[in-house]
DNA sequence: CGAATGATCCGA
DNA sequence: CGGATCATTCGA
């Protein structure tokens, strides 16, 4: 569940040194009936990935500018992930949350490209790992941002850590 | 093959 | 509020 990556935390070890950040703002898409998804007209060559195994990285660009991550995420037989839109900071980041707020921001900070597509999150220099918990009464709920569609109030998928300057505006 | 568009960000 | 900027996707 979408809702559980908060508070987990995202580290990338490459030759530039290590970067780990706490996760703060998440949001869930689905598949065949998620209009807002990728994944909603079925199984293309950039979204395959969301068909797959759970746990690997799902990056795409947008916009000409911006690569944006996503945990791979589903029960089975369906598609689904989660967009990383939000972070605090905590190693090889500087000390700026607003650097992370977003997920181009978070993107860029961290260097991802498509590239890492398909990445193994659990055994690969790209990584989530636990930390802690954040109660339910720090989590705010609410509908996902940035989409055109899909934007019932039924789909409040947009999960964030209250008062963290990580979070996207 | 051409055209439209997007899970965004920045600057004015 | 509009422009940037291009990979991906869809229609012809």
């Known amino acids: 569940m979408a809702r559980d990556l908060?508070?987990?935390?995202?580290?990338y070890d490459d030759p530039g040194g290590r970067r780990a950040a706490r996760i703060v703002e998440v949001e869930a898409y689905l598949g065949a009936h998620d209009p807002a998804s990728h994944a909603f007209r079925g199984p293309t060559p950039r979204t395959?990935?969301?068909?797959g195994r759970p746990g690997v990285a799902y990056v795409y660009?947008?916009?000409?500018n911006h690569h944006c991550m996503n945990v791979v995420a589903?029960?089975?037989g369906v598609a689904g992930a989660v967009l990383l839109r939000g972070a605090e900071p905590l190693v090889?980041?500087?000390?700026?949350?607003a650097a992370l707020?977003?997920?181009?921001?978070?993107?860029r900070a961290f260097g991802l490209t498509?590239?890492?597509?398909?990445?193994?999150?659990?055994r690969s220099p790209l990584l989530i790992r636990a930390g802690e918990p954040v109660p339910s009464s720090a989590v705010s709920r609410s509908a996902r941002i940035g989409i055109a569609v899909s934007r019932?109030?039924?789909?409040?998928?947009?999960?964030?850590?209250?008062?963290?300057r990580g979070v996207s505006r």
């Open 152 to 164: 019932t109030s039924a789909r409040r998928w947009r999960f964030t850590v209250r008062g963290s």
């Open 74 to 76: 589903h029960a089975p």
């Open 92 to 97: 090889g980041l500087g000390d700026d949350p």
């Open 114 to 122: 498509t590239a890492h597509t398909g990445m193994d999150l659990v």
């Open 6 to 11: 908060l508070g987990r935390v995202l580290v």
């Open 61 to 64: 660009f947008i916009y000409g």
């Open 101 to 107: 707020a977003g997920p181009g921001r978070l993107g």
């Open 48 to 51: 395959t990935v969301m068909f």
